[in-house]
C-alpha cells in the first residue's frame, strides 16, 4: 500500500533530507515515525502526499507509481488519504460542522451525502453536540478531533499524521491516539510522526526510526489488538 524503495530526497539547496530508505506499510498497517528534530520525517509524509519528489527510488502509494505521476492523477490520490497536522489548519471563520462539510464539497459529493456523511464522521470523533461551535471556541483537543473528522470524511485508506498531539496535552493526546487506533480497527491505514516516547510505548504499534535520514530501525507492531 505505502512502498518505499531505495528513497533519496535532496533539496534545492543542497541538503539531503533522506537517504536510501525502504520500507513497506501494508494495507490496515499503524506505524509511528520518530526520530530527532530535522532527522526526516515530514520530508518522508510529504513525498508520500506527493508534496515534494524524490530524487532517487520509487514510492508506489494505493498502486500510484509517484515518481510518474500525472497532474491529473494527483486529486485521486490524495482523496484516498486524509491527512492531520500539528497546528490542525482549520479555517477560523466556519463552524465545525462547515469545515469538515468543506473538505466534503471540493470532492463534489452531493448535497445529499454530505447531510449524511458530515454528522457521522462528527459523532464518531465524539464532536456531534459541538458541530454549530468555531475552532476558536474549542480546545485544542477537540480542534484536533475536528481535524481529524475533516480527514475521515472523503473515506480515505490512510490517515497521515504529522505529530497531531505537538500542540494539545497529555491526556487529550491520548484520546487523538486512541481515535486514531479505533479508525486503524476500522481498516485504515496510519501513519503517524511523534516526538512521544511515551505515546509510542503505550501503544506498542510498529515504529519506524528515522536518524539523519536513514531508516535507524524498524520494529514491528507488537500490539495485542483491542
Ligand atoms: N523545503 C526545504 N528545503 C530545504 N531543506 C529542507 C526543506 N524542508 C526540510 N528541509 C531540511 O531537510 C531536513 C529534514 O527536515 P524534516 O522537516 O523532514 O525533518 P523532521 O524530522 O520532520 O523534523 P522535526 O521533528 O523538527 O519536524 C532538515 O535538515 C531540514 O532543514
Ligand atoms: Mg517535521
Known sequence: MICFDSVSKVYSNGTKALDNVSFTIEKGEFAFIVGASGAGKSTLLKLIMAEEKTSEGTITVNGFDLSHLSQKEIP???????????DFRLIENMT???NV??????????????????PY????VGLGEKARSYPRQLSGGQQQRVALARALVNNPSIIIADEPTGNIDPEMSHEIVELLNE??????TILMV?????LVNEFGRRVINIKDG?????????????
Open 214 to 226: 536513514k531508516l535507524a530501525a524498524d520494529i514491528p507492531d507488537g500490539s495485542v489488538r483491542k
Open 194 to 198: 511523534t516526538h512521544e516516547h511515551r
Open 76 to 86: 485521486a490520490l490524495r482523496k484516498s488519504m486524509g491527512i492531520v497536522f500539528q
Open 101 to 118: 462539510e468543506f473538505a466534503m464539497r471540493v470532492t463534489n459529493a452531493s448535497t445529499r451525502s454530505i447531510r449524511r456523511r458530515v
Open 183 to 188: 479508525i486503524n480497527h476500522c481498516g485504515t
Open 121 to 124: 464522521v462528527l459523532g464518531l
Open 96 to 98: 465545525v460542522y462547515e
